[in-house]
Every structure is written in C-alpha cells, then in structure tokens.
C-alpha cells in the first residue's frame, strides 16, 4: 500500500520542501521589514518596504509599543526625527505613511494606542489627508491587521504572516533585495530597526538629477493624481474626513492623550500648484474648518484647546530659491522638493511644538504661527498676499508649473 | 470559483475527488456521478446562484430534444423541425444574453432610435455549453447519438474542469469515458499526473501571464485613452498581451486537463504550441483547437467548406472566422480579429495554390525559410490581437502606430549608454534617446523578460511534449495525433524525482495566487 503510493508522496514532499524553502527564504531576508531580521550589508536596503509602508507601520508599532508618536503622510516621515529631545515619553515613533488619509491616521492612532496607551502625540496635518473622494484610505492599507480592531493576534497578523511568507511577489522581493544588498541609495531600515529612513535615497536623486527634477516630478504627480478630483467627503461611506478629524481630537481626549498639531510646512511651489489646480478656496475652506474644530473642542473641555501651529505659507524658509535645471551641486537647505521638507525644518518644527530650542540653522521666528478662530481671517489674508508676491517675484517658477498642468490637460 | 482560488484548491477539489472516490470504490457508480454533477453545479452556482437554471433548463431541454431526435427518423419533416426548432432556441438564448446589448447599441447608433435596454449580464460559460448542446444536436439528428443515460449527459455539460473555459468537448469523445468502470477506482498516479499538468498551468497562468499582464495592461489603457506610443512601447504593450493571452489560456487548458485527469477522464488537446506555427492555418490547428474544431464541423463543412470551389470556399472561411470572432465577445474590435484571420486564412490557401501550382508540389523551405515564415506567422497573429485586446477601434491603431515606428523610436539615455556601439548605430539609424524614459518604457529588464519568454515559446516542449509518455490528453484530429518527440531530455517520468519536481511546481504556482497588496507612490 505504501509502495503503490510512492510518487504521490514524493509529490507532496516536493511541495512541502519547496514550501518550507521559500518561507524561510523570506522570512529571513524579510523584504517588508516585518519580521525584524536585518543584517548590514545583506538586506537593510529593503526597497520593496517603500510601497508596503501601511503594513510595516502596522507591525512595527507592535513590536516597539511606543508611548509616543509623530503621525502623518510622508512629509512626517522624511522631516520630522523620533530622536528630538523634546519627547519626554519614550519610545518614540514615526508612523508614517505615503498619502495617508484622515482616516488611516485615526486607525493607526487606536491601534497604537490599543498597543500601549499613548502620552505625546505629534501630528503632521497635511491637505492631502483630507482628499476623501477616492476612499477613505489608499492602496495598502487593511482595518483586519489593527490592534484596535482585533485583540485576537492569529486573526488580525495570520492573514499577513501567510501572504508575507507564501506570495510569489514577495519571493521575488526577497531576491530582488538580496541582489541590491549594497545599493546605498536604496530605503533603509537599521538593523533591529523598524524605521524606515529615506533620506539616503532622497541625497542620491539630488546628486542625480538636481533639487529641481525632483521638484518638478513632484508637482506633476499631485496635478496629475494626487490633487485630482480632490474632494472632502468619501463617496463610498459619505462620511467627511472633518468628521474624522472631530473624532481624533474626541479620541485622544478619551485616552487623555497629549496631543499636538501642526500643518505641516510646504514649499511655495507646492502652494502654487494648489492654486493652479484650482483648489485654493477649497486649501482656505481646510485650514478654517480645522481650526474651528479645534475650537469647538476646546468649548467643551473648558476652553483648554489642543496647541496648534501653522509652519505653511510664504516666508522666507518656503520661498527657499530652487537651484537651476540639471544642478546637481547645490543642495537646498530646507527643502528637498515642493512637498517635502529636510529635517533641518523638522528639528525647528518640533523645537517649537515641543518648547525646546534646540535647532541649528534657526528660522526666523515669522516661520510657525500658533492658529486658532482669532488670527486664522489674517493668516489666510496673509497667505493670498504672499500668492500673489512670490507668483510675481517668481515667474519662471510660476510658468513651468502652469506648463505642466497645461501639458496634463492636453 | 476560480482554478486559481485558494477555495478551489485546499476545499472543494480535495473534497470533490475524496467523495468522488469513496463513492466509486464503494460500487456506487451512479451515485459517483451525481457527487459529480452537483459538485460542477455547485461550482457553477458559486458567482451566481441565479444563472443555475439557465444551465439546468438548458440540459433539460436539449437532452429532450436528443431523445426525440433519436425517436424520430432522420431526413423526416418532423425531424428537421424539431433540430431547426432546437439549434434556434439555443441561438436565441446566446443571442439574447451575449448579443442583444450590442444589437441595440449599434441599431441605435445607425438609425439614431434611442431604444433603452438594459445591460444584461453575460451568464458564465453560455458560449461553451450552448456550442457542445448545439453539436449534440445536430449529431443526434444525424443518427450519432446513443440512448445517452440522463445524468451522463448532465455530466458532459456541466463537468466542472472544462465547463468554463473549455477545452469544448465533443459528446462522442465524454459519454463513452463515463460508462469506463476504472474511472471510479482510485488510481495514485493517475492523480499524480493529473495533479502535475494541473501544477503546470497554473504555473503558466499564476506566474507567468499574471506576471506579464503589468506591461499589457497600462499600454493598451494608454493607448484607448489616446495616448501615442513610442515603436518600444508599443512593442512592449503588444507582445506581453500576446504572451499573456497564450500562458493564461492553454495554461486554463492545461488545469482543465489536469483536473479532470484526475477523475480520470481525458479531455481534448485544447493547445499545442500555436506560436511555434509556420503558417495560418498551422495556427489554428494549434490554437484553441476544440473551437476550431466546432467551428469546421459545424459551421465551414455545413457551408459546403471546399466542396464548392475555391471562391465559394474563400467565402465559407470568412464567414466561419468572422462568426469565430463574434463567439470571443460582442463587439466590433472582435469582429475585425477574425475578418483578420479570415483574411490570412485566404491568402495562406492562395498562397499554397500558387506553390503548388508553380513547384507541382506544396514546397517544404529550407531551415531559413521555415524561420521567415514561423516569424511572419507570429507577427501576424500579434497584429490581430492587439484588435482583440483593445477595448476601441482607435486604441489598437494607436498600438499599430507605435508597432510601426510612426511616433518615433525612444529609449532613454542611459540605456543608449548601456548598449555602447549598438546605442550609436541605432542612434544614427533615427533612435532618440532622452533624458526621460517614455511613460511606457519598463527598462531593460522588461524586454529581457519578453525576450526569455519568446525564448520558452519557441524553443522548450509543451505540457504535452513533457507528459507525453502518458497520453495526457485526447487528439482533437484524428489525422494529426499529438507528435512524440524521442530522445526528449525534459521528458516528466513516474519516478519519485519527477514526481517531487511537480510537487515543487504546485507549491510555486500556488505561492502565485497570492499578492501582499501594495502602495505605489512617487515619493520612492
């Protein structure tokens, strides 16, 4: 009986072996960051983390369990450092997301706090969050694999552990990342890391291309896709992303979490292609309807708002010159393209957010106003000045953005 | 349910084949069958319950009407009415379900009349069980039918394996198999190869067409949204479909015969190397062979095929191929396919005449000449899916476009750099190379890709030529039995090493089935 059997056995041993290879395969090379083995030189430059940030994220904030946390969309991610002194609770984390929405940022804030209860939060608003009309969330993202959303661990990490060993993408990945083991321009993660740091390949576009390439790559995605059909409320659940907003600040009261906003800081440039893709009023309509939130808020808690700063608008930090076509020399001091600033910015960012001076070079003090109802009629009254200034100061800026709206419209 | 769905491979196949057997050693045969049928209805049902009883309506009264046939005698009054009413019932209903929003949005395009209707969903695998009932049919009303038993019958349309996607099996080539006894024994090695060709294609479809599909798909979109495409693109786009199409195909063929290998019943060879073809008609004996063969014994040879002379056999063969490519989809990019290969199947029969008229014989061509012709064979058929792929009339002239070099020859600089002196003798031939790489390009790696699998298609054996030791599949021709090719080195045995390599094969195919979904953004 067994004899007549053999080669059916022999079948399954095939597969089981096969099986058995591959997930240790990706288990130990790890190309999503997700099972913590990291090795210099063998598989820290992990580039297919990069479009797998939302499940890193989801892990990561398990296995380091912070008490603190910087939140937000990419912006955060690259400008802002866990390692400011000014954080009092530790551990601290960076979770960040590409494009991460209202509602991702209010998932992840539960899950982390259903992980360790949260002290210090620092969150990074940007207009982008707020897009609502494509859904509530993007690509990646998946409810099933928060704490919040399930204490159990075999339901909310088995699905994951099975696609992340047994997929013939991440077999591919695993390959893909031990051949560029040594490609430094790569996003990385430390060993025994769960942070992802991407300022090394940003430092190898500039060298590439040149500070301008990148910003002008840039402004076409968010005028091409990113910008495009923006609109607040979702057309799935037909929930607003200001509702989602209400509730994180609803939230962090509950958890009596201490909790700090700030929209985030943007290049001119990145203003102007608001503009241009006809969604100024709607940028003005963003920032009134948050801080009237904030308020709100603040009117039942006894008037004790939520701190928030605005470090957007048109100064001298964010109208930084953009070096010429094809420089690869110069580098930017605070920014690396329209939508994203160094951390030379963030360390002032925070110094600010968090009460401590610890930044050099130092901004001047007109970069980061505390908002609220009182000043935010002046600050956009300001922010329509500066428009119309820096479009005029700045023409060629202005028009090579034109142009490439104009080249997507056809 | 899906061949390539986790459902279908760890649930219901292990415990359709588990019952399936049990019930057959048990000696309960007809209970076996039963398992079998409400096993391929329940796979049927499993989209949309509600399109059960169109399938099982259309048993009912088909196998009716076979009864009658048999019971009536042929050539009679009566017996051409009961066919005529039968192949026309059949007809509506296809024609209703797969072809009446078309009829209606054309009709309203022509005379301008603005008729509602709304969209009807396409019933799964409608063209297949209508074609295999209208063929029963038409040979019960020619006398080639046996007193078929009812659930027998039941088994032959809506046996899972083939009931999707075919292969479309003849009556003649399923009834007999069911009667077999030694179907109903289990057999280890008859599930062994059944499971390797099964393994092989979902292979073909999992990692390789799902694979390929990234470079299809955003260039045929690109190109139906109006984009123009530069010569590579276009290539690109043109050639990864073409190979897309063929993996993800004769590898469902292959599942299909795989799968009901195991049942131990053999199914018609459905492809067999169709791109190794040297000319047209080479082609379709090779592609989608079952619907070829519907489609002469049932529409080219009812017409009068070649009896009635060459023109009138131009005729017939257009007619056949233009009803071909209506069978494929309702709309006119379909049409046009198979207005294409109608057109190539008559100057591949002209062109036959005048070799043998000038040669006195039909002439054989050197290596060269075999090479020349499987290479203009091959960019034929690409040209006629690049109609078949795109959704508008306009998006594949974009493609055929930037096939032809009429937007410009692009590559990017540093590819330009990489190729050295080839760069700049492509250079001096007119090529650009820019800064930035054209939208569609997806780096070298891409064509590597296309080229290793051009190199596969061509160059190893088929799943047939690898398991041809044990006849993994019944000839669709009779004249042209499945080749052997002796000495063959990739040649799949029962040995326990072959067998552990088709083990490793599933677990790999498998592991395609499953993607970590992802995020991509410009930032990285």
């Known amino acids: 009986m067994r004899n007549r059997h053999k080669n059916l056995r022999y079948f399954s041993l095939g597969f089981v072996v096969t099986a058995m290879f591959v997930g240790i395969l990706n288990w130990t090379v790890d190309p999503y960051g997700i099972y913590g083995v990291s090795i210099e030189g063998v598989n820290t430059a992990k580039y297919a983390i990069s479009n797998h940030m939302r499940l890193h994220m989801a892990v990561a904030v398990e296995k380091i369990a912070p008490q603190s946390l910087i939140i937000g969309t990419s912006r955060a991610g690259l400008g802002l450092d866990e390692n400011h002194p000014g954080f009092t609770a530790k551990p601290v984390y960076n979770l960040n997301m590409p494009a991460a929405r209202m509602y991702e940022l209010l998932r992840y804030l539960q899950h982390a706090q259903a992980v360790r209860p949260l002290k210090q939060v620092v969150m990074g608003l940007d207009f982008l969050s707020f897009k609502a009309a494509g859904g509530e969330y993007v690509g990646d993202f998946d409810d099933g694999r928060l704490a919040s959303n399930s204490r159990n661990w075999a339901v909310r990490r088995l699905p994951d552990l099975v696609a992340t060993l047994y997929s013939i993408d991440v077999l591919a990945a695993s390959l893909g990342t031990l051949i560029v083991r040594n490609d430094t321009c790569l996003p990385r993660v430390a060993p025994a890391g769960y942070g992802v740091d991407t300022v090394a390949a940003n430092q190898c576009k500039v060298a590439r291309t040149g500070h301008r390439k990148m910003f002008l790559d840039s402004e076409q995605e968010f005028l091409l896709d990113l910008y495009a059909k923006y609109d607040f409320t979702s057309r799935t659940s037909g929930r607003s992303s200001f509702a989602i907003f209400r509730e994180v600040l609803r939230f962090a009261r509950r958890h009596d979490i201490d909790l700090r906003l700030a929209i985030l800081p943007v290049h001119a440039r990145q203003l102007m292609v608001i503009d241009i893709a006809g969604l100024w009023p709607a940028y003005e309509r963003w920032k009134r309807t948050v801080v009237a939130i904030v308020a709100e808020d603040a009117n039942e808690h006894g008037g004790n708002a939520y701190p928030m700063w605005d470090f957007s608008g048109f100064n001298h930090v964010s109208t930084e010159p953009v070096p010429g076509p094809r420089d690869n020399k110069n580098q930017m001091t605070w920014f690396w393209e329209s939508s994203h600033f160094k951390k030379s910015l963030g360390n002032y960012l925070l110094d600010r957010v968090l009460g401590t001076e610890t930044a050099a070079p130092r901004p001047k003090p007109d970069v980061g106003v505390r908002i609220n109802t009182a000043n935010i009629e002046e600050r956009l009254r300001d922010a329509r000045a500066g428009k119309r200034d820096y479009q005029q100061n700045n023409r060629t800026d202005h028009t090579e953005i034109v142009a490439i709206k104009k080249d997507i419209d056809g | 349910m899906l061949f390539?769905?986790?459902?279908?491979?760890?649930?219901?196949?292990?415990?359709?084949?588990?019952?399936?057997?049990?019930?057959?050693?048990?000696?309960?045969?007809?209970?076996?069958?039963?398992?079998?049928?409400?096993?391929?209805?329940?796979?049927?049902?499993?989209?949309?319950?509600?399109?059960?009883?169109?399938?099982?309506?259309?048993?009912?009264?088909?196998?009716?009407?076979?009864?009658?046939l048999n019971k009536?005698?042929?050539?009679?009054?009566?017996?051409?009415?009961?066919?005529?009413?039968?192949?026309?019932?059949?007809?509506?209903?296809?024609?209703?379900?797969k072809y009446a929003n078309f009829f209606v949005d054309n009709a309203n395009f022509v005379l301008d009349a603005g008729w509602n209707f709304d969209t009807i969903i396409l019933p799964l695998a409608i063209s297949f069980f209508t074609f295999q009932q209208i063929a029963y049919l038409v040979d019960a009303y020619a006398g080639e039918t046996s007193e078929y038993n009812f659930l027998h019958y039941a088994l032959f349309v809506t046996f899972f394996p083939q009931l999707i996607a075919g292969p479309i099996v003849h009556h003649k080539e399923m009834l007999p198999q069911f009667e077999f006894g030694n179907i109903y024994k289990f057999a280890s090695n008859r599930l062994l190869i059944g499971a390797t060709i099964f393994a092989i294609g979902l292979f073909k479809k999992t990692v390789i067409a799902d694979g390929i599909a990234v470079y299809a798909t955003p260039v045929f979109f690109a190109a139906d949204s109006g984009v123009e495409l530069t010569f590579v693109e276009a290539w690109t786009g043109a050639l990864a479909y073409t190979f897309q199409l063929y993996f993800d195909f004769s590898g469902y063929s292959d599942m299909a015969i795989g799968l009901a290998r195991m049942f131990g019943i053999r199914l018609p060879l459905n492809f067999f190397s169709p791109y190794k073809a040297n000319n047209i008609i080479d082609f379709w004996r090779r592609w989608h062979m079952t619907l070829s063969r519907f489609l002469r014994d049932y529409v080219y040879i009812p017409l009068g095929g070649s009896r009635r002379g060459p023109s009138r056999r131009h005729v017939n063969l257009m007619i056949t191929m233009l009803l071909g490519g209506l069978w494929h989809g309702a709309g006119w990019t379909f049409v046009i396919w198979g207005a294409l290969h109608g057109t190539y199947l008559v100057i591949n029969h002209g062109f036959n005449h005048v070799r043998v008229e000038v040669f006195g014989r039909p002439a054989e061509g050197g290596a060269a000449g075999r090479a020349v012709a499987r290479v203009v064979t091959f960019v034929a058929v690409v040209v006629g899916w690049v109609f078949f792929r795109a959704e508008t009339f306009p998006g594949a002239l974009a493609v055929l476009e930037g096939m032809a070099g009429m937007n410009g020859f692009v590559l990017p600089q540093q590819v330009g750099a990489a190729l050295g002196p080839i760069g700049d003798g492509l250079a001096a031939m007119g090529w650009q190379f820019t800064a930035e790489a054209p939208a569609h390009f997806y780096g070298m790696r891409s064509i590597g890709y296309l080229a290793l699998l051009m190199t596969i298609i061509w160059y190893l054996p088929n799943t047939y030529e690898i398991m041809q030791r044990y006849r993994p599949a019944m000839e669709v021709y009779a004249h042209s039995k499945i080749p052997t090719i002796a000495g063959l080195r990739l040649q799949w045995r029962l040995t326990p090493g072959w067998a552990a390599v088709g083990g490793a094969c599933a677990c790999i195919a498998i592991l395609g089935m499953s993607s970590v979904s992802e995020f991509l953004y410009f930032q990285f």
């Open chain 2, 4 to 68: 390539n769905s986790y459902v279908f491979v760890f649930a219901f196949l292990p415990i359709v084949l588990a019952v399936f057997y049990l019930l057959g050693q048990s000696g309960g045969r007809r209970l076996a069958v039963t398992w079998l049928v409400l096993a391929s209805l329940f796979f049927y049902g499993w989209w949309n319950p509600a399109n059960l009883g169109l399938i099982l309506a259309s048993i009912f009264f088909n196998f009716s009407l076979g009864l009658m």
């Open chain 2, 72 to 97: 009536t005698e042929r050539g009679t009054t009566k017996a051409k009415s009961i066919l005529a009413f039968g192949v026309a019932a059949n007809l509506v209903s296809i024609g209703y379900y």
